[in-house]
């Protein structure tokens, strides 16, 4: 059997580069229209471009796939919202999420830490899991179909040290993708 998703609409953060990146390029092998959010920032979380998220859609539009770039700031709840609303406009749904995006601060040890690092940290990885799920959701509730992919790591189950903040907020991302596996199940959306 052939795994096709054609017609299938998929938004994934962080795609310009990297894993994320990699994710894209497969998906849209697959026959999805690949929606390329990346805000384009250094790991660092400074700076912006959407060099990143039009590169990797022209790259999958060149091989003969379909893709859009997206620079939306998806630790803002006001872009998210407007996102997704643009996407249910242009093409009525969005059959899955994939939040990948994230930064990852230069490690440090916990005692010289600033609580700006974690709050940055945080909206990052925590923030924008939290905001695209709270506005995709519901348009997945409505058709009763869906899937939403949240990346983790290692380090939200055990910590690491020296990169307190990473770790705390990809176990915020963990507890939350069970939360929302446990409200779906039984539906036809899917959360991993």
Known sequence: MVLRLDGAVVLITGAGRGLGRVYAS???????????NDLGVGSDGLGRSAEPAETAASEIVA??????????????????QQLVDRLI????KIDALVNNAGIFLPPEPFEQSQFDAFELSWRSHFGSTYHLCRAVLPHMRKANAGR???TCSVQGLYGAAATAAYASDKGAVMSLTLSLAASVRGSGIAVN
């Open 26 to 36: 497969y998906l849209g092998s697959l026959g999805a229209h690949v929606v390329i």
């Open 63 to 80: 091989t003969g796939g379909s893709a859009e770039a997206d620079a939306s700031d998806i630790a803002s709840a006001e872009e998210v």
């Open 89 to 92: 406009a242009r093409h009525g």
């Open 148 to 150: 939403i992919v949240n």
